[in-house]
């Protein structure tokens, strides 16, 4: 079955560490997606990538980093500078939207890693 | 930049009845509206979405409609099951634009 995987489930980050969360898909899908999903909040989008070796800054990128080395993988680390990482974070991907001609594109979600603090 | 705003916050309804859900949207340009399910612990799933060249959309028991004129859009479940209790988000974005602006959420509790 094609899809996107996230791991780990739950991680847990002591003062001071970068931590970097796993998002996989073999939706052979170009653009990928971070968001953060805060209690009682919408999604807020972190970084996106449209393909590899590029990645654009979202709504709250301060404190996260990204790469996209390969197709499938676009890992994203939270910082020791992020000074409140609790949260869900989900990644998703989509078809890129030049691929289809500019019209928007269902973006399809992993389930989660939940992030908390020590 | 998009203001998605969602309402109600929570909404409970008795089995079998309908459930409504309506979103409003500040930019002018958005034209693709998708709707998507999030059950306990799991990752949002689109259950339906609608462009803006389109006033209403069905996919059996779901239906959306969107008004341009007036920036709002709705979800509507009929014929509400246990199954339907989740929470959901619409979001809105503009042709060309990787970013989906995403309203708050509505807990939506069916009462069997």
């Known amino acids: 079955d094609g899809g996107i995987t996230q791991s780990p489930k739950y991680l847990f980050r002591k003062e001071g560490q970068n931590v970097t969360l796993s998002c996989e898909q073999n939706?052979?899908?170009?653009?990928m997606y971070w968001y953060r999903q805060d209690p009682g909040q919408g999604l807020r989008l972190i970084y996106y990538?449209?393909?590899?070796?590029?990645?654009q800054k979202g709504d709250i990128a301060e404190g996260y980093s990204v790469s996209r080395e390969k197709k499938e993988s676009f890992p994203l680390t939270v910082t020791s500078a992020q000074k409140n990482p609790t949260a869900f974070y989900l990644c998703?991907?989509?078809?890129?939207?030049?691929?289809?001609?500019?019209?928007?594109?269902?973006?399809?979600f992993g389930d989660g890693t939940r992030l908390s603090i020590l | 930049g998009e203001n998605v705003e969602q309402h109600p916050s929570t909404l409970s309804v008795q089995e079998g009845d309908s459930a409504v859900i309506k979103c409003t949207y500040s930019?002018?340009?958005?034209?693709?509206f998708p709707w998507y399910k999030q059950e306990l612990g799991k990752g949002p799933q689109l259950i339906i979405d609608?462009?803006?060249?389109?006033g209403e959309k069905k996919d059996q028991r779901i239906a959306v409609t969107l008004n341009k004129t007036a920036k709002h859009f709705s979800l509507h479940i009929t014929e509400t099951q246990p199954e339907d209790s989740a929470v959901y988000f619409c979001a809105a974005s503009s042709i060309g634009d990787y970013k989906l602006s995403f309203g708050a959420g509505t807990t939506v509790t069916v009462r069997a």
């Open positions: 930019d002018s340009a958005s034209n693709y």
């Open positions: 609608i462009r803006s060249n389109v």
């Open positions: 998703a991907s989509s078809i890129d939207l030049q691929q289809s001609g500019w019209g928007n594109q269902p973006q399809h």
């Open positions: 939706l052979n899908h170009d653009a």
């Open positions: 990538s449209q393909i590899v070796n590029d990645f």
